[in-house]
């Protein structure tokens, strides 16, 4: 099995790990926290998200965003995220709950 199928089914795990915390806990604190457990498990796995897998392109200006899972009906949604150190992403909404781990390199939020 190749990196790519391997990451494809350790996002497919932790997806369902996510699925069933929200199905049986809701959307609070403990269900949040229990959540961030799962994506810190799955970023442990850093080989399984090798930079090279993410580049920058020429178009993409500060930052990259590459879709890894997302449900038909959008309910959820996994993604790995790549930008240039040192450039900063103006505050944004992301509409819903959202838990973020990093997997290389350091995030400074304000």
Request: a negative charge; zero cysteines.
């Given at each position: 099995m190749d990196i790519r199928e391997q990451r494809n089914e350790a996002v497919a795990g932790a997806i369902?790990?996510?699925r069933d915390i929200e199905g049986t806990q809701g959307v609070n604190p403990g269900a949040l926290d229990a959540i961030k457990g799962v994506l810190l498990k799955l970023a442990e796995q850093r080989d399984l998200f090798a930079e090279d897998h993410f580049p920058m392109g020429p178009d993409d200006g500060n930052s990259a965003?590459?879709?890894?899972?997302?449900?038909d009906d959008h309910r959820f949604a996994l993604y790995a995220s790549t930008a240039?150190?040192?450039?900063?992403?103006?505050?944004?909404?992301?509409?819903t709950w959202a838990v973020i781990v990093g997997v290389h390199?350091?995030?400074?939020?304000?």
């Open positions: 369902a790990n996510i965003v590459y879709r890894l899972s997302e449900d240039l150190p040192g450039k900063g992403v103006h505050p944004h909404n992301h509409t390199g350091d995030e400074h939020n304000i």
